[in-house]
């Protein structure tokens, strides 16, 4: 069983930037791929970005491709999400989430293929 927590949401102006946080409660953690979603009210969630177990394989969404950068720490237990040039249609809850992937460079966008979810936290960028 693996338990996601996310931390480093906010409330921040238009242009602004933030740094999300996912900490694994799990001894394994380089045995799983990682990614972030989010989800605006009245939205779907969706795919944001996603790094492989070693973290040589990343991938973005369009629309924080260039803005976004996924990263994290194996010996942290640790999945960071920097977000920049923040705005308004940023504004969602974001969720990390966990993939039991059999190879290093196996990377998820897809909802389904993700085993483990965190509870979100709240991002919201003000014009």
């Known amino acids: 069983q693996v338990q996601l927590f996310e931390s480093g949401g906010g409330l921040v102006q238009a242009g602004g930037s933030l740094r999300l946080s996912c900490a694994a409660s799990?001894?394994?953690?380089?045995?799983?791929?990682m990614g972030w979603f989010r989800q605006a009210p009245g939205k779907e969630r969706e795919f944001v970005a996603a790094i492989s177990r070693n973290g040589d394989n990343i991938s973005y969404s369009e629309s924080v491709k260039g803005r976004f950068t996924i990263s994290r720490d194996n010996a942290k237990n640790t999945v960071y999400l920097q977000m920049n040039v923040l705005n308004p249609e940023d504004t969602a809850d974001y969720y990390c989430?966990?993939?039991?992937?059999?190879?290093?460079?196996?990377?998820?966008?897809?909802?389904?293929?993700?085993?483990?979810w965190g509870q979100g936290t709240q991002v919201n960028v003000s014009s």
């Open positions: 799990v001894r394994t953690f380089s045995r799983y791929a």
């Open positions: 989430a966990a993939d039991t992937a059999l190879a290093p460079l196996t990377i998820s966008t897809m909802r389904y293929q993700y085993d483990y």
